[in-house]
């Protein structure tokens, strides 16, 4: 006897147990016949994260190797990355990261629910590539000092070993990572669990703290700089970007969505 499973285009993603229970007048036989594991589906149309375009799926989901631009305006570099999102046990991890969130621990039936949501699923992974939040998260941000204990962020050219590392010490994270790290890293958990993403660098980053838009700067009369403003301007910033359509804000704002795991500031 052959099983067809037909799964519908929003389900949930993760583990799944497949047990057959056969009902035989008063008599009731099951029996477990494995595991297998749902992922989102950017080849299917019905999915939110369909991507039409065969070539956009080979680069956003399938290709294990990418370049990051880092630097500044004047100079900027070109560093190779392996994402390496096939690689063995690297599935486990990443599903593994979703349950270890505090999504999950605060509410896992919740967050179970909603795990056929790109969205959703996009947070909950955004914050897990940091542990500057204190929940286990991937690797811990640090931008001034020595590194001598520990990993420069500069030494870093892939996802995997950093991955791995992360489960080998028990999800303890990994010192340390600067912003192009948190997104070589976060784009390999994403298209690992099939959302299509890719890396967006960008030079003379405005980052902006009051959100009024603007990049403060405070004089006194004399024209001396007072150190008023947290607002600053970065030698460069990257992020993520991952296509899926948006319901919630409709079909205009369908297409690239922004997420970035770099520690900045707090949020949901």
């Known amino acids: 006897m052959n099983f067809t499973i037909s799964s519908p285009a929003n389900a949930v993603i993760g583990r799944y147990n497949l047990t057959l229970q056969v009902t035989s007048g008063n008599k009731i036989f099951s029996r477990f016949l494995g595991q297998f594991v749902l992922l989102f589906n950017p080849w299917c149309p019905g999915d939110d ?14 290709n294990e190797n990418g370049i990051i631009f880092v630097g500044n305006a004047k100079y900027i570099e070109a560093r190779g990355w392996y994402y390496g999102q096939f690689q063995d046990h690297l599935l486990n991890i990443c599903l593994t990261m979703l349950d270890l969130s505090l999504y999950y621990r605060q509410d896992p039936a919740i967050d179970v629910s909603r795990r056929g949501d790109p969205k959703y699923v996009g947070r909950v992974i955004s914050s897990m590539i940091n542990g500057n939040d204190n929940d286990n998260g991937v690797l811990l941000g640090k931008w001034q000092g020595s590194f001598h204990s520990d990993e420069n962020p500069s030494r870093w050219d892939g996802s995997v070993v950093i991955l791995q590392k992360w489960c080998q010490d028990n999800y303890k994270p990994v010192q340390y990572g600067q912003c192009w790290v948190f997104a070589g890293v976060m784009c390999t958990v994403l298209r690992c669990l099939g959302i299509p993403t890719r890396l967006v660098s960008n030079f003379n980053s405005a980052h902006d703290v009051d959100r009024n838009l603007s990049i403060d700067k405070y004089y006194d009369s004399s024209g001396k700089s007072l150190n008023i403003s947290k607002d600053s301007t970065w030698d460069y910033h990257v992020w993520n970007e991952s296509w899926f359509i948006r319901p919630d804000l409709g079909t205009s704002y369908n297409g690239w969505q922004v997420l970035d795991a770099t520690p900045q500031e707090q949020s949901k």
Do not use: C, T
């Open 49 to 62: 994260v369909y991507m039409a375009n065969e070539n956009e799926r080979q680069e956003y989901v399938l």
